[in-house]
């Protein structure tokens, strides 16, 4: 049996609110990662402790000295005679400034087994200090291999390959800025230190930048969604900001009425 009031509803506008009622299919969204707060946050800060680590701890001069070695080798091949400093003597360490000599100290730049490479060409010392190994880049992308959500065998894989391709493209990088130093000093009678400035401090800005943005999509390709982390967390920050914004503008309206 049915009511009065149910026979009286209209079929039409019964069938209308039905099919307006949601229904959780498969393909209904989930809630987006950047929307998450907590795990934005722990990620981001899991991160960069990672990255601090992998670039600090280490002294790096087990990688320095065969890039140090390799370079020569590719140097003295193409003409550019050189001589291996082995270390940072007490005679070359004024070229060191203070700030980045740390003694044995692994943190900073310099330790006394830092190695060099003399060009008689442009009468320079050039040291392969820790920041040669390209491992600050190095490290903030082997963090975030490792935050992903990427199976471990698929991390494992990415950072191996992109380790290698780093310390090669590392490596052909420092060999070019030290031709284009001895280049522009026998070339163009430029003295050492303004070569250096261009050949190295100009033109490393614009390698690094573009050699970051391929070694992430090496990453990628391994499997390990690198890029898609890069945009959580730039996401998270401009909905946190709007949602800020959002809050402050209805605390001023409020208060104006």
């Known amino acids: 049996m049915t009511s009065n009031t149910e026979l009286s509803k209209d079929p039409t506008e019964q ?103 003399h060009i008689p060409s442009t ?14 880049a190095g490290g903030l992308l082997l963090a975030i291999i490792m935050i992903t959500e990427a199976t471990w065998k698929a991390k494992i894989r990415a950072s191996t390959a992109f380790f290698i391709a ?13 031709w284009c130093v001895s280049f522009l000093v026998t070339q163009f009678n430029m003295d050492s230190e303004t070569a250096f400035y261009w050949a190295h401090d100009v033109s490393s800005k614009v390698i690094g930048f573009f050699g970051t943005i391929f070694f992430a999509l090496l990453i990628e390709k391994m499997d390990v969604p690198i890029i898609d982390q890069f945009a959580d967390w730039l996401d998270w920050m401009w909905w946190r900001l709007e949602n800020g914004f959002l809050f402050f503008k209805g605390l001023i309206v409020s208060d104006n009425n």
Not at 125 to 134: E, L, N, S
Not at 166 to 178: A, E, Q, S, V, Y
């Open 15 to 117: 069938q209308s609110k039905e099919e307006n009622i949601p229904l959780k299919t498969e393909n209904t969204p989930s809630p987006k990662r950047f929307h998450n707060d907590k795990l934005m946050i722990s990620t981001l800060l899991i991160a960069t402790l990672i990255t601090i680590l992998i670039y600090t701890v280490p002294d790096w001069v087990f990688l320095e000295i065969p890039t140090r070695n390799i370079i020569s080798e590719i140097l003295a091949f193409i003409g550019i005679e050189n001589i291996l400093i082995p270390n940072l003597d007490p005679q070359y360490s004024s070229v060191i400034p203070d700030f980045l000599r740390g003694g044995e100290f692994p943190f900073l730049e310099a330790t006394t087994q830092t190695p060099g490479i």
């Open 123 to 136: 009468n320079g010392d050039y040291w392969i200090v820790k920041a040669c190994t390209g491992m600050q």
């Open 166 to 178: 780093l310390f090669i493209g590392n490596t052909l990088r420092i060999t070019f800025h030290l």
